[in-house]
């Protein structure tokens, strides 16, 4: 992955996950917009937020929280992490 | 072209039209009526109004290029004063946009929740803005690059709401060699194809897909449409408007009032014209220079040396320059070995019209084309200008009340043929 950029991963149970690089390493949310049906994983990444494709909507990357309308209700983040394999993990409750 | 003794010249000149004893144009269609045109078509309301539920809401308008909407999701918007649904409504926006799937679509540009318009772009700009998806910005309401409703704001709360049935309204919409045409009638009587067919079999291999826009003008000017129109397809006018830019061009001593070498006739109000370049004229410096190292703005004085550019000069004519496409009802497409001009005329009322010229060049394919390019286009706009400038003291002088009718020369075959035209669909 290219940093500043987002994808989309489908684990084997439950929601989509958007994945996240940033200079600094790479961070997972949901990845449906919290305000309606769109998946932020075709958003586009400004600083180190994600911009909601559908209303314009942020959150920030890190902590999952609404940084502007008309998104009010924070994002479920998840852990990933850079193995020494080059693959990446994700922490998945289930 | 400078020495006239040649024998090449001589043969070139034997082909020109007999002017000195012959009006060429009416023998070759000698049914047209060639008397006076009232003036009323060009100032009245009524007619007007006719003008617009016959023509402009029942054919196949041109709307823009496909090199403007190279990728998916780019559009543009387009506000089309001429279909507006009553006389006094307010204009409708068009979106027209190259889907997710590739595929180039027109809409109203109106959302189906409570018809807010969606993008709002200013349609004058030329701008290509780029969407994943068209989303309204009243309440949000989304939809995807194909038109179709994608997600509604609060779904929840709506009764009985079928998403499937409230897509953004479609328009037909069809390309022919990169120029996107729309048509408001919900079943178009005629396929573009069929609309455009002369100018479509004439221009069939000319490059249209490899001519990129080099320069782009507007102008609202209080004058009707077709009255526009008529500055650009005559040369009748070219010794006296274009007196500061190019008359050397195209007037001299074989044709000092820029008659036009040969003109077509064609079903639906299709009609070309060809026009010559004076073999007098000596370019100035730069244009020497810059027809060395690229592609000028009209054709080298040359008789036959269409080839890379299939389709110009239909007749074969002598001293070809370039011919004048009016593709009804508001198009003219001027192509030329090197590119081509166009001219768009959109009625906003019965006296008031927003022109649209363009200059198109062949991809440039070296850094010289470009130099060339530049002055072909920076010439043309001046001359554009000169084309505009009579238009609105010809509405005051045709609304004046002091002139009944247009008398109209054997050159002026296409204003008369695009005002024959009219008045035949508008009274048929
Ligand atoms: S769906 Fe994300 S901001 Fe509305
Ligand atoms: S009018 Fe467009 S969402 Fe309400
Ligand atoms: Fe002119």
Redesign the pocket.
Known sequence: MAVNSVRQFVPPTGPTVAVYRLADGYFATDDR?T????ELSEGDIEGDEIV?P????KFAIRTGEPTAA??FAALRCHRVTLAEDGNLYLDWPE | MSNHSTEAFEALKQRLPDWANRRPIAERYPDMDYGPLPVTPYICEEFFEQERAKIFKKMWLYVGRVERLPKAGDYFTQVIEAVRVNKNSTSPSFIICRDNNGEIRAFYNTCQHRGTTVCWNNHETWDTANRKYFTCRFH?WVYNTDGSLR?V?DEKLFFNLDKTTRGLKPVHCAVWKDFIFINVDPSPRQTLLEQIKPHAEQLKDFPFERIRRRGIWTATVNVNWKAAIDAFQEGYHVGTVHAATLPEAFCGSLNPYCRPTSARIFPQGNRSVTFMVSPDFTPPAVENWVRRRGASWYAAASGDSGSEFPGVNPDNDPFYAFDVHGVFPNLLVDPFIGGFYGHEFWPISVNKTRWIGSINFLAPQKPSDLIANEHGKTLLRDAFREDTVTLEATQVGLESGAIETAVLCDMEIAPRHLYNSVVALVNG
Request: net charge negative; proline share 13%; glycine share 20%.
């Open positions: 917009c305000h309606g049906e769109a909601c559908f209303h314009l909507g008309p998104c | 949000g997600s704001p």
